[in-house]
C-alpha cells in the first residue's frame, strides 16, 4: 500500500465519525468502536516516530470529535451499561437423565472437576440428587449446571417433572443416558421441545462400552465401529419415539477430551445467544488449545469496550499518569481474565491434582505476575510503562483538553489490556501443556 498511514486513519476515522452521528444503539456504538479498534492497530505498522505521531494525533482528534460535549457522558453510559450486562449474565445448564446415568460426573466433568475437588457434585452408585441442585463454574459464578433428580421412578411424567424442577429457569436441558435412550427420555424430550426449550441427547460412559467390546471382541475391535453402532442404536431408538433427525452425543466424562465432547460443547457454546454465548465460552475449563484462542479472542472483542468506560467514567488525571481511567475498571478484568485462563490458585490446585502434577511444577511455567501482584500499584505501573509508547505524543503537546486525555487514555489502556491478554493467553496454554504432559504419562 502506498498510501501513507495518516491518510489510511483520517479516511478511516471520517467513516467511524460518519456512522456515529446519531447512534441510538449499543450495537452501531460497537461497530464504530471495532473501527477504531482496528484502525489502531495500524499505528504499530509503520515504525517511523514522526508517522507514528502524526498518525496518533489524527486519531485523538478524531476520537475528540466524536465524543465531543454532552454526547461523551451518553457514550460512557453506554460503554458502562455493555460492560454491567456481561458481568450480570446469567446461564443455567440443566442435566436429567435417569438414576446412575452419571449426571453428576457429566457436571463435574464440565466444570473441569473430578469427584474429590472442593465444590464437586457427589457421585456414586445411588441416587445422589433428590431434588434441582445448582453446581456453578468456580470462575465464573453465573454460569450454573443444575442436577436435577433422576426420571427413572415408576410413577414419572413429564409434565409434573418439569413443574417440579421449576423448568423456567433453565436456558436448555442436557439429557443423559447410559445404555441406551428410553422411553423417558423420549417423553421428556417432547414436553421440553413442546415448551420451546433446546435439549441435547448424550450417551455417557461410552468408555465402558468400548472396553467391554474390546474384552470380548479382541480380533474384530474397531473402536470407530463400536461407536458408529452405538449412535445408530440410540438413532434408531429416537426416531422410532417421533424424533425426525436427534443428535447424539458419545462421551465419557472419566475421559472428557475425547470422543464427541468437544463437539457437545461447541455446539452448546454456538447454540446460545450473544451474551450467554460468551459467559459459557468463558467458564469453560482448558479442555484444549483451541478453548484458550476462542477465549483469547472473545476478551480481545471486549478490551475496546473496557479502555472506552475506563477513559470516559473519570477524565480526572491519576497521580503520576499524564492520562486519564478508571483504574477500579482495569483491575477488575485484569483478575478476571487472570481467573478466566485458570492461572488462580483455586483452578491451579484443582488441575495438579488432575494431572498428578505438583502446583509449583505448574507456576513455573508462569511468567505473568501471581494474582496476589495484581492490585492497584501494579495497574499504575502498566499504565506508566504504556505511556512509554507515546512519549513523542505528550511531548508535543504540553496542554492536554479533557478530550484528547480521553483519546489518549483510550490508546494507552487499550495496549495495556491488550500486552495483558497475550500474556495469560500464553501461560494458559503453556500450562495446559505441562499437565496434559503428566497426564499422558500416568495413561502409559
Not at 427413572?152 to 436448555?172: H, I, K, R, S
Request: proline share 5%; with cysteine.
Amino acid at each position: 500500500m502506498d498510501m501513507d498511514l495518516v491518510s489510511v486513519l483520517r479516511k478511516g476515522m471520517e467513516s467511524v465519525s460518519a456512522r456515529m452521528k446519531g447512534m441510538e444503539s449499543v450495537s452501531a456504538l460497537m461497530k464504530g468502536m471495532e473501527s477504531i479498534s482496528v484502525l489502531m492497530k495500524a499505528l504499530h505498522v509503520r515504525l517511523d516516530p514522526k508517522e507514528f505521531f502524526n498518525g496518533s494525533i489524527k486519531v485523538f482528534e478524531e476520537f475528540m470529535d466524536i465524543f465531543k460535549d454532552k454526547e461523551q457522558a451518553e457514550v460512557a453510559s453506554i460503554a458502562q451499561a455493555e460492560l454491567d450486562l456481561f458481568k450480570s449474565t446469567m446461564l443455567n445448564i440443566a442435566v436429567t437423565g435417569e438414576t446412575g446415568a452419571g449426571k453428576s460426573s457429566f457436571i463435574n466433568a464440565l466444570r473441569g472437576l473430578t469427584a474429590e475437588d472442593d465444590g464437586a457434585a457427589p457421585t456414586g452408585v445411588t441416587e445422589m440428587t433428590t431434588e434441582p441442585t445448582v453446581y456453578p463454574y468456580p470462575n465464573h459464578p453465573n454460569v450454573r449446571l443444575w442436577d436435577l433428580p433422576g426420571i427413572g421412578a415408576p410413577d414419572f411424567q413429564p409434565t409434573t417433572y418439569l413443574q417440579q424442577v421449576n423448568f423456567e429457569c433453565y436456558d436448555f436441558f442436557v439429557i443423559i443416558a447410559s445404555e441406551r435412550f428410553k422411553c423417558n427420555h423420549m417423553a421428556l424430550a417432547q414436553e421440553i421441545e413442546r415448551m420451546g426449550k433446546r435439549f441435547y441427547f448424550v450417551l455417557s460412559k461410552v468408555d465402558e462400552d468400548l472396553c467391554n467390546e474390546e474384552r470380548d471382541h479382541p480380533r474384530t475391535f474397531s473402536q470407530e465401529s463400536v461407536l458408529e453402532r452405538l449412535r445408530m442404536d440410540c438413532r434408531k431408538h429416537l426416531q422410532k419415539a417421533g424424533m425426525s433427525n436427534p443428535e447424539i452425543f458419545l462421551l465419557s466424562s472419566c475421559e472428557f477430551t475425547k470422543y464427541d465432547a468437544p463437539g457437545l460443547v461447541k455446539t452448546l457454546k454456538d447454540d446460545l445467544p450473544g451474551p450467554k454465548r460468551l459467559a459459557f465460552l468463558l467458564s469453560l475449563p482448558h479442555l484444549s488449545a483451541e478453548i484458550i484462542e476462542e477465549k483469547k479472542a472473545a476478551l480481545k472483542k471486549l478490551i475496546w469496550l473496557i479502555s472506552l468506560a475506563s477513559a470516559l467514567v473519570n477524565i480526572i488525571p491519576i497521580p503520576r499518569l499524564s492520562v486519564a481511567c478508571d483504574i477500579s475498571i482495569l483491575l477488575g478484568f485484569m483478575i478476571a481474565f487472570y481467573k478466566y485462563f485458570g492461572l488462580d490458585d483455586g483452578s491451579l490446585a484443582n488441575l495438579a491434582r488432575q494431572s498428578g502434577k505438583p502446583i509449583a511444577e505448574l507456576k513455573a511455567v508462569i511468567l505473568s505476575p501471581e494474582a496476589k501482584e495484581i492490585n492497584r500499584d501494579f495497574v499504575i505501573k502498566l499504565l506508566l510503562k504504556e505511556e512509554k509508547v507515546l512519549p513523542r505524543l505528550i511531548a508535543y503537546v504540553p496542554v492536554l483538553g479533557p478530550m484528547l486525555t480521553v483519546g489518549i487514555s483510550f490508546s494507552t489502556t487499550y495496549f495495556m489490556l491488550l500486552r495483558f491478554l497475550s500474556e495469560v493467553a500464553e501461560d494458559a496454554e503453556r500450562v495446559r501443556k505441562t499437565a496434559l504432559k503428566e497426564d499422558k504419562k500416568k495413561r502409559k
